[in-house]
């Protein structure tokens, strides 16, 4: 019986014009233009620099910074007031304000205090700008100092520098952290929640009537919904891995088998869970709103671009609630750590769980007569 | 072969089914005649095993609706009033496919299909989907029929169907008959109604009567006159002001009137004369299903 059923479903499947082409289309698309869209990499903001003090110390500062790849010097001006309405007109991401007397209170020793004003209407340009411009103002400083090693006040701190070494991932390549997450997102979507429009689709179109009066068991009917979607959904993994390979120069540090036996687990839950729309949603519209909310959901709260360990503690509990968290971390830890089947049998377990919850639910909420 | 009893299903605050109990004998062609709305859709349901009623059994067969629903199933061909076969498999592929999922093959069964599945031939390799309706009806009606049924339940087959393709499926009922396949049909079109052997006047969830049709229409009560004039609008109107009508609806080109024994056709035109109606025509007619079914469905409403 399954067999005919499945028959039916590749055929109509396969028949589509879409979405064939979609599911190949889908893994190459996520993986390679997202990675590269949404990077968080800074370069080339916009400084200007207000030299109230025009000093030959003032101006080798400014030199310094606008010697620097992360910096473009768009305006050098005497005027605050005028600088900060460049930043109003968006013509400067950042202003570095260095005051009067800024060389004679170096060279006496005394503190001497910069203002960095940013644009923050983007934060992550504004946070990383003055991040990176605080580092070269510190640089150059460190410099002075080496330099004025004879100060007046001969009070001068010893200097000192950290080396950060960077695990697992050296040159913090945003793509090798988003990759592995990506395809987590790629196999709920294409297994978690395209067999639960179809079944809705069902319902939509009222077939689901007609099949109901045939003596197809319930099991057989919901096998042929979710076995070709799997199939698919690992098809697609494995495209992604080529992509990943050939591409990022990606490749697992730990085993493939420990990635397809999460996946499977992974795949079982999010079926489970599509099931549960499925059960739910009268409409397509409905179920499609549904998923909307969840995926959003779980972009946010799984770590697919904010890592969960930086997250309050209490979206940290939450976070513990979608399956997705686990297999991503699962995914990192597995690419980039090379962490084996031992090291994860929390994550196993969460999975295992999840699995045996939704698939519950789905069947309990399941009543095949109303 | 059908036996239903005091079945009842609510919706909410709507009562779809209010104690209906009937009984089909093997080999019959049962219709069940009413309105939008009447409850036929839910009737149906819960006899296809797709809905459970409130309370009240049905079994067909010998076997319960909601008990033995599994051995029902292979037993029932059931066609939704709503088009259901995939639009996106061929013809040939959703008959094969239902044949399949009830174990049975297009062969083994071909001759009892036959004869509707000729028609649809010349496309069997087009898409359900793209079928005129007249067609999807009767694909449909190849799909519930494949598995050799014993007991057909077709829910308003006929309703959007063309005139010509309405006469096509009804004759197509008849030789089905003929094989020894009881049919349970619905339908709003009152005309189909003699076609059946018995039918079941139904509405607000409940039967107003079953008979032959034959039987139904010889108990109708009242003398009813077609009446004519050349104001057909203020006629309406006046001739339901005049003691002793019982009811008058508009039909086609004339109005039908139920009186009681004390008025006339003389009087009445008189009555329609005084009140300014030129060209007036009254005739003696013989009561239709559809007069039929207004009186009984007014008696109802206590009127």
């Known amino acids: 019986m399954l067999r005919y059923l499945l028959e039916k479903e590749f055929k109509q499947i396969l028949r589509n014009k879409m979405l064939p082409r979609f599911i190949l289309l889908f893994p190459c698309m996520a993986l390679l233009v997202f990675p590269l869209a949404a990077n968080f990499e800074v370069r080339h903001l916009s400084l200007g620099i207000v030299d109230c003090d025009r000093s030959p110390y003032s101006s080798r500062l400014a030199r310094k910074l606008a010697a620097s790849t992360l910096f473009r010097l768009e305006e050098l001006s005497s005027d605050y007031a005028k600088a900060l309405k460049e930043i109003e007109l968006d013509r400067a991401d950042i202003v570095l304000e260095i005051p009067a007397g800024f060389e004679r209170r170096l060279v006496e020793g005394e503190p001497v205090e910069l ?13 990383l700008g003055s991040a990176y411009l605080g580092s070269l103002v510190s640089d150059f400083s460190s410099e002075l100092r080496s330099e004025l090693g004879n100060s007046p006040a001969g009070n001068l701190a010893p200097s000192f520098s950290i080396l950060t070494l960077y695990r697992y991932n050296p040159r913090l390549e945003y793509p090798v952290y988003m990759v592995p997450a990506l395809m987590v997102m790629l196999l709920a979507m294409l297994c978690g929640f395209l067999p639960a429009l179809n079944i809705v689709g069902e319902k939509e179109s009222g077939t689901i009537e007609q099949m109901n009066v045939t003596p197809v068991r319930r ?34 540090e730990g085993s493939f ?42 972009v946010l709260m799984s770590g697919l671009y904010t890592p969960v360990a930086s997250m309050p503690d209490w979206a940290q509990a939450v976070s513990r609630l979608f399956p997705l968290r686990y297999f991503m971390a699962v995914m990192r830890l597995v690419y980039l750590k090379g962490s084996g089947l031992g090291d994860l049998l929390v994550p196993l377990a969460a999975l295992l769980g999840f699995a045996a919850f939704f698939n519950g639910w789905a069947v309990l909420s399941y009543r095949k007569k109303s | 072969m059908v036996v239903a009893r005091e079945l009842r299903r609510r919706y909410g605050e709507t009562d779809a089914l209010r104690g209906i109990g009937f009984e089909v004998g093997r080999g019959e062609l049962f219709g069940i005649i009413g309105p939008d709305g009447a409850g036929k859709t839910t009737l149906f349901r819960v006899l296809a095993t797709l809905l459970l009623a409130d309370s009240g059994s049905a079994t067909i067969d010998g076997l319960d609706v909601a008990r033995d629903y599994a051995a029902l199933r292979r037993r029932l061909g059931y066609m939704p009033g709503r088009f259901s076969l995939y639009q996106d498999l061929t013809v040939e592929e959703n008959l094969e496919f239902f044949a399949t999922v009830f174990g049975a093959t297009i062969e083994a069964n071909y001759a009892l299909v036959a004869d509707i599945y000729r028609q649809l031939e010349p496309f069997k390799k087009r898409r359900a989907g793209a079928l005129s309706g007249g067609m999807k009806q009767k694909l449909a009606l190849c799909c519930a029929l494949i598995h050799k049924p014993e007991l057909l339940l077709l829910d308003e087959p006929t309703t959007g169907v063309d005139p010509v393709s309405r006469k096509e499926f009804w004759d197509m009922l008849g030789r089905l008959n003929g094989q020894g396949i009881t049919i349970l049909v619905s339908t709003p079109y009152m ?6 052997d018995r039918i079941a006047l139904m509405q607000g969830g409940s039967f107003l009567d079953v008979d032959r049709p034959a039987g139904i229409v010889a108990k109708y009560p009242h003398a009813l006159w077609a009446v004519r004039a050349s104001r057909m609008s203020g006629l309406l109107g006046d001739l339901r002001d005049k003691a002793g009508v019982l009811s008058c609806f508009a039909f086609g080109d004339s109005h039908h009137v139920a009186t009681d024994g004390s008025l006339g056709p003389a009087e009445l035109e008189r009555y329609l004369a005084s009140r300014g109606h030129e060209s007036i025509e009254i005739g003696r007619i013989e009561p239709g299903i559809e ?10 409403e206590g009127r």
């Not at chain 2, 007069?291 to 109802?300: E, R, W």
């Open chain 2, 191 to 196: 005309d189909e109604a003699g076609l059946c």
């Open chain 2, 291 to 300: 007069d039929c079914f207004m009186d009984l469905a007014g008696a109802g």
């Open chain 1, 219 to 252: 099991l057989p009917f919901i096998l042929s919904k979710l076995i070709p979607y799997w199939v698919i959904g690992f098809i697609a993994l494995t495209i992604c891995f080529g992509v990943a390979r050939l591409v990022y120069g990606l490749a697992p």
């Open chain 1, 115 to 127: 203002m960095i004003s940013a644009n923050s209407v983007n934060g992550a340009k504004g946070g």
């Open chain 1, 257 to 298: 088998l420990v990635i397809y036996l999460f996946a499977s687990v992974f795949v079982l839950a999010l079926s489970g869970f599509g099931l549960v729309i499925s059960n739910y949603a009268k409409t397509i519209q409905q179920a499609m709103f549904m998923m909307f909310f969840f995926v959003i959901t779980f």
